[in-house]
């Protein structure tokens, strides 16, 4: 009964933190930027946070859905502060782009692996489709790059360590950097 009671303490305070908690800190990725080559497109990602305190830990997951016809797509990563013996850390669960099937691979990024970088890093990946075939059956099969970009709190880029399936593709390109301005997106240097 008394683990069932701190677990409970524990959801309650989870959520609380989580509705409350203000987004972003020094040097943790806050946005993420997704550029479309296609420039039109649905994307929708996946945000797990997992909260931990005296062993035990509640998890919370958000979809969010967004649309582009300018190419470029703003997410704000969902923080929460680590208070007292509450420990919080927020992971990019997946990506799905709009012709994407939930069958089919979709990527995934350790977020928290990322650090400040004067480079202006991109990783890309490549989201895939289910087609299926009556005589041959379903396959899963690509259809589009698509470009991801970190920005901390200050709007300075960031470098991932650990990319997870999305893989370095280059920088971000002055034509890139403007559209993401024009969303009201902010870059530091």
């Not at 989870?14 to 972003?24: E, N, R, V, Y």
């Not at 943790?28 to 994307?43: C, F, G, N, S």
């Not at 009556?134 to 880029?157: F, N, P, Y």
Request: aromatic share 6%; with cysteine; hydrophobic share 35%.
């Amino acid at each position: 009964m008394k683990a069932y009671l701190s677990l409970l303490c524990a959801s309650a305070v989870a959520l609380a933190l989580l509705a409350t908690a203000p987004t972003g800190a020094h040097a943790q990725a806050t946005k993420m930027l997704i550029y479309d080559e296609q420039l039109r497109t649905h994307v929708t990602v996946q945000w797990r946070t997992t909260v931990s305190f005296g062993g035990q830990s509640v998890r919370t997951i958000k979809d969010v859905k967004r649309h582009t016809d300018k190419g470029v797509i703003s997410f704000d990563i969902p923080r929460l502060p680590n208070v007292g013996p509450f420990v919080s850390v927020t992971e990019l669960s997946w990506v799905q782009a709009s012709r994407s099937d939930h069958r089919c691979h979709r990527p995934s990024m350790d977020i928290n692996s990322a650090s400040v970088s004067k480079e202006r890093n991109v990783y890309c990946f490549k989201s895939q489709y289910r087609r299926c075939v009556t005589l041959r059956g379903c396959q899963c099969k690509e259809d589009k790059m698509i470009r991801v970009s970190l920005l901390d709190a200050q709007g300075r880029h960031m470098r991932v360590s650990r990319p997870g399936s999305f893989y370095l593709c280059g920088v971000l390109t002055d034509a890139q950097t403007t559209s993401a301005k024009n969303l009201g997106v902010r870059f530091s240097g």
